[in-house]
């Protein structure tokens, strides 16, 4: 079993930056890959990035990508996600989730998930 908690979700204004944490405990976190997903008002849930279990070959979705930096501090069991330049579409739930093995941009392929928290960008 593995545990997550995301914290650092917060009000910024546009253009601003956010760093969101993920906090694992329970099971080998090192060995996990770890993903960010979120999900908007009326909106179906979506990636938004993954990286694997050494910190290499991060994955972002379009509409992050250059903007928003996943990492990982194996020692620390928390993955990070800084988000930059925010926009108002970026406001959702933010959700993080871990898997066995490589990354994955799909939702139903992670195993575990944390309770969310809310990334709200005004414009």
């Known amino acids: 079993q593995v545990q997550l908690v995301e914290s650092g979700g917060g009000l910024v204004q546009a253009g601003g930056s956010l760093r969101v944490s993920c906090a694992a405990s329970?099971?080998?976190?090192?060995?996990?890959?770890m993903g960010w997903f979120r999900q908007a008002p009326g909106k179906e849930r979506e990636f938004v990035a993954a990286?694997?279990?050494?910190?290499?070959?991060?994955r972002y979705s379009d509409s992050v990508k250059g903007r928003f930096t996943i990492s990982r501090d194996n020692a620390q069991n928390t993955v990070y996600l800084q988000m930059n330049s925010l926009k108002p579409e970026d406001t959702a739930v933010y959700y993080c989730?871990?898997?066995?093995?490589?990354?994955?941009?799909?939702?139903?392929?992670?195993?575990?998930w944390g309770q969310g928290t809310q990334v709200t960008v005004s414009s």
């Open positions: 989730a871990t898997r066995r093995g490589i990354t994955s941009t799909r939702e139903s392929e992670y195993d575990y």
């Open positions: 329970g099971r080998t976190f090192s060995t996990y890959a």
């Open positions: 990286v694997p279990w050494s910190g290499g070959s991060t």
